[in-house]
Structure formats: structure tokens, C-alpha cells
């Protein structure tokens, strides 16, 4: 789980530093010594706290723990952040790349935008670029996810309105209210349609759960 190293800086700093990264961690070591870099010149004026916080700046890192074990010497372990969504913003084209663009929702429902982007299977997310909204969709997920059981959210979309997408291919607009009582009308609504329609048709349909009186279904 974790990789060990020492660093010995003592030829041109006074620091030395006894290096815990999780082993998940996907930026290398040297990036993280180039990022605190100024904050370990001077022995007696080491400032943990600070060091703690410019990494925990860094978009891969989700805990760092800063410990002093002698006066030139500190251990530092570094926890990585754990994707639980692939992001988009709503407002870039598909195929944009940029840190706005794209990035992950973390296990915890913070969005971070890295440079470095690595493969995850993780469901798409896509929202505005705004922290707040993008725990709001986290936590709905977390619902929605619960309340359609044993059913797959591939896809999960909040701008105007909630849209999700469920395996292998249904469509599930829910609208900006009461998504909670739309979706297991859904759910009741698909129970009984795979009594009477074929499950490869209805695999590939959209549900439209917006009508106060019922819903529409396009196949």
C-alpha cells in the first residue's frame, strides 16, 4: 500500500525527509519535493503546518501528515485522492482537455481538476465547474444509486435539469424536483413494462418522468 523512501537533501539544503506515498499515488515523488521545495531551505524554520498545506494544494494528494522526527529530519506521508466519478463540465465541447474540463469527484464529493488525467472506469459525471454543485450531484448519486438497486448508473448529468443514464443504455430524465419520487416511479413503471415489451427495446429507451400525471417513453 505505501512505498518508502529517504531523501537526503543535505547537500544543498539541511532537511532531510523520510517519504510515505501511497502506492496509488500517480505523480512522482520528485514532483512533490519541486512543490515544497522553498519551504525546506532553513532547518530551525521548518513550518509543518505550511508544508502540509502547499502539498494538500496539490490536486493528487488527498491527506498529507507532516512529522517532525528530528530537528533536520521529518517524515511526510501522503494518502491519494480515490475517484468515485470521471467529470465533465457541462459548458466544454466534448473532446476539450483542459484542468476546467475535465477531471474526478473524489470518495469524499470533492471535485479535483489534475493535469496528469489516468484511466478509470468510473461513471461520467457532468456539471458546472462549481464545488458546490458538483457535491450536490455526489451526494444525489449516492440516492439515486441506492433507490434503483441492483439497476447501474453509467451516467449522471446536472445542469438544468437531473439526467441519468442506467445499464446497459436507458435514458432517465428526471428534471430539477422531486427527482427522488420520479426515479422509483421509474423504477415501478420499468418493472412492469418488461412484461410486455422486449428487454432489448426497452434497454434503449428514454424515460422522460417530468409529467405530473405519468411520464413519456420513447423507444
Same mark, same amino acid.
Request: a positive charge.
Given at each position: 500500500m505505501?512505498?518508502?523512501?529517504?531523501?537526503?537533501?543535505?547537500?544543498?539544503?539541511? @532537511? =532531510?525527509?523520510? *517519504?510515505? /506515498? =501511497?502506492?496509488?499515488?500517480?505523480?512522482?515523488?520528485? !514532483?512533490?519535493?519541486?512543490? /515544497?521545495?522553498?519551504?525546506?531551505?532553513?532547518?530551525?524554520?521548518?513550518?509543518?503546518?505550511?508544508?502540509?498545506?502547499?502539498?494538500?494544494?496539490?490536486?493528487?494528494?488527498?491527506d498529507?501528515?507532516?512529522k517532525?522526527?528530528? *530537528?533536520?529530519?521529518?517524515?511526510?506521508?501522503?494518502?491519494?485522492?480515490?475517484?468515485?466519478?470521471? *467529470?465533465?463540465?457541462?459548458?466544454?465541447?466534448?473532446?476539450a482537455?483542459?484542468?476546467?474540463?475535465?477531471?474526478?469527484?473524489?470518495?469524499?464529493?470533492?471535485l479535483?481538476?489534475?493535469?496528469?488525467?489516468?484511466?478509470?472506469?468510473?461513471?461520467?459525471?457532468?456539471?458546472?465547474? =462549481?464545488?458546490?454543485?458538483?457535491? #450536490?450531484?455526489? =451526494?444525489?448519486?449516492?440516492?439515486?444509486?441506492?433507490? /434503483?438497486?441492483?439497476? @447501474?448508473?453509467?451516467?449522471?448529468?446536472?445542469?438544468?435539469?437531473? #439526467?441519468?443514464?442506467?445499464?446497459?443504455n436507458?435514458? @432517465? !430524465?428526471l428534471?430539477?424536483?422531486?427527482?427522488?419520487?420520479?426515479?422509483?416511479?421509474? @423504477?415501478k413503471?420499468?418493472?412492469?413494462?418488461r412484461?410486455? /415489451?422486449?428487454?432489448?427495446?426497452?434497454?434503449?429507451?428514454?424515460?422522460?418522468?417530468?409529467?405530473?400525471?405519468?411520464f413519456?417513453?420513447?423507444?
Amino acid at each position: 500500500m505505501w512505498g518508502v523512501q529517504n531523501t537526503h537533501l543535505s547537500g544543498f539544503l539541511k @532537511v =532531510d525527509i523520510n *517519504w510515505e /506515498i =501511497d502506492k496509488k499515488f500517480p505523480v512522482t515523488q520528485q !514532483v512533490l519535493e519541486q512543490h /515544497i521545495f522553498p519551504l525546506i531551505t532553513e532547518t530551525y524554520q521548518l513550518n509543518l503546518h505550511q508544508i502540509k498545506h502547499e502539498l494538500e494544494r496539490h490536486p493528487w494528494v488527498a491527506d498529507a501528515k507532516v512529522k517532525r522526527l528530528f *530537528w533536520n529530519f521529518i517524515n511526510i506521508k501522503i494518502s491519494a485522492q480515490r475517484i468515485s466519478m470521471r *467529470w465533465k463540465n457541462k459548458d466544454c465541447p466534448n473532446d476539450a482537455k483542459t484542468q476546467t474540463c475535465q477531471g474526478y469527484i473524489s470518495t469524499k464529493g470533492e471535485l479535483f481538476t489534475p493535469n496528469k488525467i489516468i484511466k478509470s472506469n468510473a461513471i461520467i459525471a457532468t456539471s458546472a465547474h =462549481d464545488k458546490d454543485i458538483v457535491k #450536490t450531484l455526489f =451526494d444525489d448519486y449516492q440516492t439515486y444509486k441506492a433507490i /434503483i438497486k441492483p439497476m @447501474v448508473i453509467t451516467s449522471i448529468s446536472k445542469t438544468n435539469i437531473d #439526467t441519468l443514464f442506467i445499464k446497459p443504455n436507458i435514458k @432517465v !430524465v428526471l428534471g430539477y424536483q422531486k427527482q427522488q419520487k420520479r426515479l422509483k416511479n421509474f @423504477v415501478k413503471v420499468y418493472k412492469k413494462l418488461r412484461q410486455s /415489451i422486449a428487454r432489448a427495446k426497452l434497454n434503449r429507451a428514454t424515460f422522460d418522468m417530468r409529467y405530473a400525471k405519468g411520464f413519456s417513453l420513447e423507444l
